[in-house]
């Protein structure tokens, strides 16, 4: 493969494209040999140079080199495989472990110390170990300038993957599984960092210490940041996936209730429904289905919190 | 009408039985009519899916939207594979010319049960507009893709259930295709059609069949289960009832992957018709090839866990599995050894059928070989749902099912129409598709290494330039396709009368008029020792 293109960037890159190099150089070997044979054969024996053909039923030597030829090739092409996969199973002891969040659509990594991020902040030479959670649907976590994916299954126990990065940079990091609408937006992106800059940045809980300290309209508008709530729901009017936050508190809403439709005031229990059971009364012109609850994810408290700050969302 | 030369001045094209015209049709039970019914309905679903994946790759010309929403394009991706899977390649070669030559390439007057042959085509209809009804009436247009995967496909749209039904009643029509076919096979041969002179196309008929036969009721037992699930709440697939998302992957690979296979044979088993035809030679390891056409119908079960790698398998379920796959392909690369080695000291003549069989090897071989990247488990962890396996698909279910699908109806359309189709424009068609079929898949290959996701209405500007030029060759193959079928529509209706044997051709179905009679022979044929369905001189 044309590895210049790809960043080769994790203690996994050297296994996975050795095994595509010699795959795909087999490959290419067998592709172009079989298909000049076969052109040369259907020019030299052509009706006009070859008005006769000569009868061959076949031949046992042959079927049994060309069955044990390449059954010893893709032998060696699964040995390849196995060995550049092998070393993904198992993390090392002493790996550093990020938990990722998967949820329509967005990503969020919570670090030893409580620290959450949209974006995979790592450092260089250190084994890292991701816990896999999805809260809603299928998702894959896929950085491949690492080489890795893994599917992020909801209710699925000690699902993790692991890899050491081993080049400092920014890369892409995507996910690769369909989960619906903004799937082809639900990527993010990791950003490896010496050592003792990624302590540095660790440690520096003045973002932390401040939470505490901020108002409660501060803090809800930092859940609905961490959870994602604003890839679907503007801020400014605009129509996204679902409806726009702007000047939603204290009006009139149309919204459709089974298959009618209702009049209701957004007051607190009417925000609170909408975050549990979001598909219950629906917002006139939206879809069914897009939003899954929050039930679980969102405590009482973090809803109370939203509310204050969408009092402010004018 | 036709011209026709058959004896009693009549066939299968213009005879009439109890009813008239279109009754006359879906109410036919002859075995060439239900071929021909399938050809139309197949085609009609064809170009329906066609038209969805032009407007995919055209959505796909420029990062950011083209011409319709994430919604729309979500949903356009799921009716294309949905209506392309099982709606033309799962019955396509099979349902088509299984029905329009098997019999007559074994002797047969009709298939054994020819009126369970006319329901399956029925529970096809069904099965269509079941599928077509849930997908266009309810609320909104499933956005799933094809593969429906839990949990997202229960929690979005409410018309999964009429759509999986639709399905279900496909299966049947499937199932019910390989019952008869089975015992066609089995018990109407002619007299002196042994098993080691059966033409291969009936052999890969054969093993396609018991994949038919064993692997669709698998769809059917999903479907209970998701019932069960959806009316009365028993967690089977959803987590948020305690289900298991990964038991679904795994029921619906058990039949999704082995289907491929039905896909596949049938393709097979029409290019060892044609080869051997248009090199007037033998075909080589004729054995050998019967032996690796039985052995992908079995290994094919066992190879479904290497769509899941990534998925969350133990370790040594992927070990297996990946092994079993590179086991797989062996039967494959020996069937094109044998292809090319039939075309060693022949007399080739070079026509249209035999253009599109020589392009079929070389995108089977793509397909085939870019199969071992993902067989292996390191390549497969960083291609996997990529661009790279979409292209890999597409190489072999368009590349090879499609291509030997345009072979044969190239090779069967004088005995089919009993009318020659213009073999220049034919293969000016031929030559526009395959540029455009190269165009349209190759860059995705490099798409997927570069590591664009599949499924993706947006991307980033990195991916801007495989994307433009897989449209433009998406264009490109569309205008190949409608010369292709304009020239044979024409030609069925206008061509030249056609030879009885225009390809001097050896089996069974060029030994009777062009376009054939109702029960297919004068008087029944049998073969000699001297005789066999390769024995040229």
Redesign the interface.
Known sequence: ??SS??TQASN?VE??DK??IV??GI?FV??IG??V??IY??FK???KR??????????TT??II??VV??LL??V??Y??????KP??KAPEDAMEITVIGRMWNFTFEYENGKRTDTLFLPKDQAIKLNLLAM???H?L?I??F?????M????EN?SMWFEPQKEGVY?L????????????M?SYVKVMPEAAFTDWLVDTTQVANDVLESPTATGKRIMQNIGCFACHSLDGSKLVGPSFKGVWGTERTVKTGKEMRQVMADEEYIKSSIYDPNADLVDGF????M?TYEGQLSEEDIGNIIEYLKTVK | MPTTNAVNGSNYLTYQGKYKGLLGWILSTDHKRIGLLYLYSICVMFCVGVLLGLAMKFELLAPGKTIMD??TY?ATFTVHGVIMIFMVVIPGLPAVFGNLMMPIMIGAEDVAFPKLNLLSWWLYVLGVILVLCALIFG??TP???WTF?A??SF????NLLPAIFGAFVLGFSSILTGLNFLVTIHRERCPGMKWTKLPLFVWTLYGTAWIQLLATPVVGITLVLVALERLFNIGVFD??L?G???LYQHLFWIYSHPAVYIMILPAMGAISEIIPTF????I?????IIASTLSIAFVGYLVWGHHMF???MS?TA??YF??LT??V??PS??K???W??T????????QTPFYWA?SF??VF??GG??G??L????????V???AFVVAHFHYIVFGGTGFAFFAAIHYWFPKIFGRMYDTAWANIGWLVFTIGFLALYSPMF?LG???M????????PEFHGGNILSTFGSWIMVTGFIIILVNLIRSAKKGEPAEVNPWKSKTLEWTVPSPPPVLNFETEPFLTEEDGPYN??
């Open positions: 493969m044309d293109e790809v996994f296994g996975v095994a595509f795959i795909l490959s067998f592709l079989l298909t044979v076969m054969f259907v024996y052509n009706k070859n008005p006769k053909a000569t009868q061959i039923k076949g031949s042959l079927e060309w069955t390449p059954f893709t032998m092409m699964f390849y495989g196995w060995a550049g996969w993904m199973q809603d649907v299928l894959s896929y491949p300038a080489r890795v994916k893994q599917d299954v909801p209710g699925l699902n892409e995507y996910c690769a599984e369909y989960c619906g609408l903004q799937h082809s937006y990527y879809g069914k289905g897009l899954l | 994430a919604q979500n609320e909104g956005d799933t893709g995967y949990p997202y929690k979005t749209g409410t987590p948020a305690g298991d998302p990964i090199s007037q030679k033998h080589f390891g004729y054995k050998a990534t998925a969350g370790g992927q070990y990946s092994l590179f086991i392909s062996i690369a020996i094109v050894f044998n090319i080695s075309m060693y000291k022949g007399s080739i003549n070079i020589v090897i070389f071989m793509v070989l870019s071992l990247v067989g292996a488990l390191a390549a497969d962890i960083y996997h749902d990529t490099y290494m570069m590591g996701p599949r499924r993706y209405y947006d991307y980033l040229y001189e």
